[in-house]
C-alpha cells in the first residue's frame, strides 16, 4: 500500500478553485449548482419554477446561451455559454437571485412542512460564510468544467439527461419535464435550449 504524503511546499498546493475556472468565454461550461447539506428542495413545483424562470431571464437579459439543464431534488446540471455579460457573472447573478427568491418562497409558504428546519440548515450556512448576509441556499462552488472536445461534450449532455433515470425518476430520459432531454428529442420543453449538434 502506497503512503500518503503531503508536497513537500506550499507552493506545489494547488486550490482547488484554480482547476474550476472559465477562461475563455466563447467555450462551453458543464455546471452543476447544488443546494447546501443537499437538502431536497426541488420535490416542489414551485421551487422548480423558479428555476426555470430565471433561466428563461437570463437568457432574454443577459445573454446567457442554455444549451442543456436539468432540476434534480437537490441539484443543477447545465451546460452554459454566453453572448453578452461574462459566464461567471451570469453564475453569480442567477445563484443570487434564485437563492433569494427560493428562501423568500419558503418562508412565505405555509404548506411547506419542512419550512423551520431548511431556514435553520440555510441560516446555519449562512454564518459559516462571511459573504453572505443571513441565509446561504447554494453551496459555493460550481466547478465549471471546460467542454473543449465533442467527446467531452457528448458525455456531458448525455449524464444530464440520463440523471432522472439513474434516480429512477423516469424511464427515458425525455419524460422528464425538467430537463431539456425533451427538446433533444424533438418536444416541447419548458425552456428554449440551444442544441448541441
Not at 430565471?54 to 442543456?68: I, M, N, V
Not at 453551496?139 to 439513474?166: C, F, G, M, R
Request: hydrophobic residues 35%.
Amino acid at each position: 500500500m502506497q503512503a500518503f504524503s503531503l508536497p513537500a511546499s506550499k507552493n506545489q498546493l494547488t486550490p482547488m478553485s484554480r482547476n474550476y475556472k472559465i477562461k475563455d468565454q466563447s467555450k462551453l461550461y458543464f455546471v452543476t449548482f447544488s443546494v447546501v447539506q443537499w437538502i431536497d428542495v426541488f420535490t416542489r413545483l414551485v421551487y422548480k419554477d423558479i428555476l426555470i424562470n430565471s433561466f428563461k431571464y437570463c437568457r432574454q437579459h443577459k445573454g446567457l446561451e442554455l444549451y442543456a439543464y436539468v432540476i434534480m431534488t437537490n441539484h443543477v446540471h447545465a451546460i452554459l455559454g454566453t453572448h453578452g455579460k461574462p459566464i461567471q457573472e451570469i453564475i453569480r447573478d442567477f445563484k443570487r437571485h434564485t437563492s433569494k427568491e427560493l428562501i423568500n418562497t419558503i418562508e412565505n409558504n405555509q404548506q411547506e412542512s419542512r419550512r423551520n428546519w431548511m431556514l435553520w440548515i440555510f441560516k446555519q450556512a449562512g454564518k459559516q460564510n462571511p459573504n453572505n448576509e443571513f441565509y446561504q441556499f447554494w453551496q459555493q462552488h460550481n466547478q465549471p468544467i471546460e467542454l473543449n472536445t465533442n467527446q467531452l461534450s457528448d458525455q456531458k449532455l448525455a449524464y444530464i439527461h440520463q440523471n432522472p433515470v439513474e434516480a429512477g425518476f423516469v424511464d427515458e430520459p425525455e419524460a422528464f419535464l425538467y430537463s431539456s432531454a425533451r427538446n433533444y428529442a424533438g418536444l416541447s420543453g419548458l425552456i428554449d435550449v440551444q442544441l448541441i449538434e
